[in-house]
């Protein structure tokens, strides 16, 4: 096949290539130069954030192992203080169960001695009812004691009285008796008798009728003792 003909398009393009210079012009130098400097700046500032990130990064590290052993620490610790509460849970359990049986017996022995009170209380209750009857039958006793004690009282009196009145009648029925033995001295029938022992007997009698006759007093003493000298 034929090689085709050039247009005088494709002369023209050619001649302008052949034109164009093969290196690059002041002005693309320029340009590469702002780029290659603003992509240096560029990297430099990447290069920059670059190390601020790692640094950042060996900081958040060394705080996430630091936080990783504090967690572990706390978790240490919170498992030794869930084993303690644990432990004393399973204390307080063992007192809880004790206390529990303990209030139980203390219950048992509560209602136990409830009940022995109930009893005692019945029987005290029977006995306080039983010692107010046996009260009010010593009451009514004593009423009739004290009664029996006032007529006593009144009859000693009246026995006083009486024996008063008794031993006043004997001395009365002496002392009759003696004036009647005085009286009757004079009147003795004794032919032997002349009368002598009557004078003593009437001149006491005279003394003891009028003591308050003082000159018939002491003519009677100064009779008796002429008579008795």
Do not use: F, W
């Not at 009728?209 to 007093?217: D, E, F």
Request: glycine share 4%; net charge negative.
């Amino acid at each position: 096949m034929a090689p085709k003909k050039k247009g005088k398009g494709e002369k023209k393009a050619g001649k302008e290539k052949k034109e164009k210079p093969s290196g690059p012009t002041e002005v693309e130098r320029e340009e590469m130069r702002l780029k290659i400097s603003a992509l240096e700046d560029k990297l430099l500032n990447t290069t920059e954030k670059l190390e601020a990130m790692n640094v950042e990064h060996e900081r958040a590290k060394l705080s996430l192992e630091k936080q990783q052993t504090d967690q572990a620490d706390i978790v240490d610790y919170l498992k030794k203080e869930i084993e303690k509460k644990a432990a004393e849970n399973a204390t307080l359990e063992k007192k809880y169960i004790s206390v529990r049986e303990a209030k139980e017996n203390e219950e048992m022995r509560l209602q136990h001695e409830l009940t022995l009170e109930r009893s005692t209380g019945q029987s005290v209750r029977e006995q306080h009812e039983s010692s107010l009857a046996e009260r009010a039958k010593l009451e009514e006793r004593l009423v009739e004691y004290n009664t029996l004690k006032e007529l006593a009282a009144s009859n000693k009196i009246l026995i006083a009285n009486l024996q008063d009145d008794l031993a006043l009648t004997k001395n009365t029925l002496t002392q009759a008796q003696q004036q009647l033995h005085i009286l009757a001295a004079p009147n003795n029938q004794d032919p032997n008798d002349h009368g002598a022992g009557a004078v003593p007997l009437l001149l006491l009698e005279a003394i003891r009728a009028y003591p308050s006759k003082q000159l018939l007093v002491e003519q009677a003493c100064y009779a008796l003792q002429s008579v008795l000298s």
